[in-house]
Each structure stands twice: as C-alpha cells, then as structure tokens.
C-alpha cells in the first residue's frame, strides 16, 4: 500500500514539501487521542526486554536519527510509530534558515537520499523551550530522546567552542544523550572540526556546559537559564563523524573520545563520495563504509564506549550487520522515506527475535 502511495504521489512531488505533508500527518495523528493511541498499540515495540545502553533504558535498539525532526516538534508521532528512541536535530545556537532551495533530492535508483539542507532550525533556545513542554508529559518523560547539536554557520571556527556551549547549556537538561555533530557536509567547513586539535575544545566546552545546568545544578551551581533543574547523572555525550574520514583519523577521534572519558560515538554522517552534486548522500550506499567505521571504532575504543551505528540500514539484517560489527544501537532515516510509516515497527519487532549481544551498561 506505502509503495503505492509513494510511486503515485510522494515522488512526483518536491522532497522537501513530501516531508512536510508526511510529518503533519505523523503529527494529527499523534495529537489524536483515540487513533495515536490505537497506532501505538499496533506498532510499539515488543518481545524483547529493552536494551540498557549508556545507562538508560531503551524500548528497541533501533531509532530514529536526526534531521527528520529538525524543531522537536514531532516526538511523540515519532515514538508512536516504534521506533524505540527519537534523536532531533541539528539544533544550533542561534535559529538559521539553511541553504536555499532545493536542497533536498531522491536518488531513486539506490533508494537513497541527498540534501544540502545547511542546519534549518529554529536556534536552540526555542527548541529548548519546547522539549521544556515535552518533559512536563508523561509521555515526554517515557520518551529517549536525543539531541544532535551542531555550529551555527556564521560562527567564526575559532568561536565554535563557545557555539557548541551555548546549544548544551540550553538543551542539555532535556536530552536523555548529547550529540556533537561535527560531520555534516552542508556547513562550510564544519567537517574541519573533527581534526582533534579542532575538536577537543569543542567536547570539553560542551562537556563543561552541559554538566553545569544538569550534575552541578544540584550543587548550587548556575543551573539552567530558563530555571531550575533537578540535578541527575550526567548527560552521555558523543560525537558523530563522517564516513568520509580516512583511518587514522577515525582512530584518532576514538582516542579523543577515551581521553575525554566521553560516553561513544555516533558513526556515521552522509557521503560527499558521489557523482550527483552538491550535499550528503544517505541511505544504502552508505552500508559498507558505515560498517567498517564501526568495526573500527569497536576494536579502538574501550569496551563500555557506546556506538550508535547509522548509515545505511533498511532491513533487519543491515540492522544485525551493524550489532555484529560493534554497535549497541542503530538508527534510520532514510529508509523511512522509502519504507514508509512502519517501516521502524516491523525493524523492532523482527530484532526482538535475535540476540542483541552488544547490551552493555556504560
């Protein structure tokens, strides 16, 4: 039926507006108390017992990854439809429009996806006080949520430190995990700022940051600006890098991430190894060099680091491919576009059949 649909009327139109109406969608039928709670028991994740990973407690191994819900406006949707963690984003400090458009393409014919979207949201104030709203439900506060920040693109490099800061400081007390995204092709030069030299001021400002609104809240310190915050274990943090980097610089980012003492790795970010123009490119062409990278990580990083792997998955055994090679969890987003609405139910629910051998408690 979703094939149907998608060969009829989702791919004669723009990328970018198909997502909108596709999201809006999501959204009604979420803010519909009889229908998003009849979809919820249909597709929510079931028959396995949940995954412990980074010291919380994930419903499913398999999420959604950032940039479908850019405003976290969608988190609830999103959860309804099974996938067992939601992670929105990119969030920067000061709101931007992203690049102009188009800026967003179907590559049919590998069943993947290009952008250039250039970080569109609306500043991580606004969206800070929206997951404020979302945490004071209580299905806001069953939900994992992650939140990918990145550099605002009129930010100076040698300012992206104190850029990244401000992001943590205002989101931190809402995420269940930070994010540092330092791989997105659409920001010029962003990718430069996983050269570790670049990077660690970077984590440890985001760091610092972030455990003062949330651990050091509870000890007199600033807490969060928009008011109180009950002090708690501190945020997991981890950094997502591009498949693009070459070995010995994705061991060097794993050597940064042991040196910090940061929660894991996000691994990976879309290509700019291909022949269609501008952007990065995402889906299944993404599957072989995402599953090197994280058996890279794997063999380099201590055995309680986390590693989300993304890049690639569309059925269950691109899922199992990544928890063979060394991920604790696995995102999508792609395959979301071509698969369609249940796409992350039926992915669950068949994991919840196998081994997920990589459970760990960080």
């Known amino acids: 039926m979703y094939r149907l649909l998608f060969n009829q009327v989702f791919r004669r139109l723009d990328p970018e507006l198909a997502h909108a109406i596709a999201f809006r969608g999501i959204r009604i039928a979420a803010a519909t108390p009889a229908l998003g709670a009849a979809i919820r028991r249909v597709l929510a994740p079931r028959g396995r017992p949940p995954v412990r990973v980074l010291g919380l407690t994930f419903p499913a191994p398999f999420g959604l990854a950032a940039g479908f819900d850019k405003h976290a406006v969608g988190i609830r949707g999103l959860t309804m439809l099974g996938f067992g963690f939601v992670e929105i984003g990119t969030i920067t400090a000061r709101p931007q429009p992203g690049n102009e458009r188009p800026r967003l393409w179907r590559v049919l014919d590998l069943r993947a996806v290009r952008n250039r979207m250039g970080f569109n949201n609306e500043g991580a104030e606004a969206v800070a006080a929206r997951l404020r709203r979302v945490r004071a439900t209580a299905w806001g506060r069953s939900a994992v949520v992650g939140v990918n920040i990145g550099k605002t693109k009129t930010t ?4 992206a430190a104190q850029d990244y800061a401000f992001s943590a400081r205002h989101l931190a007390p809402y995420a269940d995990y930070l994010v540092v995204n330092v791989s997105s092709p659409n920001t010029p030069g962003l990718r430069s700022l996983q050269d570790v030299e670049l990077l660690r001021p970077i984590l440890v400002a985001v760091r610092e940051a972030a455990d003062a609104v949330t ?23 981890l950094v997502k890098i591009a498949p693009d980097l070459a070995d010995d610089d994705v061991d060097a980012v794993a050597d940064l991430v042991t040196e910090l003492g940061l929660e894991g790795v996000v691994a990976v970010n879309t290509t700019i190894a291909h022949d269609f123009g501008e952007g990065g490119l995402s889906g299944p062409p993404l599957l072989g060099r995402g599953l090197e990278v994280v058996r890279r990580l794997r063999a380099r990083l201590p055995q309680d680091a986390v590693i989300m792997g993304v890049g690639g998955i569309t059925t269950v055994a691109d899922a199992l491919a990544y928890r063979d090679a060394g991920a604790d969890l696995v995102q999508g987003y792609t395959g979301f576009i071509y698969e369609g609405p249940f796409w992350a139910s039926r992915l669950n629910r068949a994991l919840a059949g196998s081994v997920w051998q990589r459970e760990v408690v960080a």
């Not at 100076?156 to 300012?159: S, Y």
């Not at 969060?224 to 945020?235: E, I, N, Q, Y």
């Open 156 to 159: 100076p490099a040698d300012e």
């Open 215 to 237: 651990v050091d809240a509870g000890r007199g310190g600033p807490g969060h600006p928009g008011g109180p915050v009950v002090s708690r274990a501190r945020v997991p943090l």
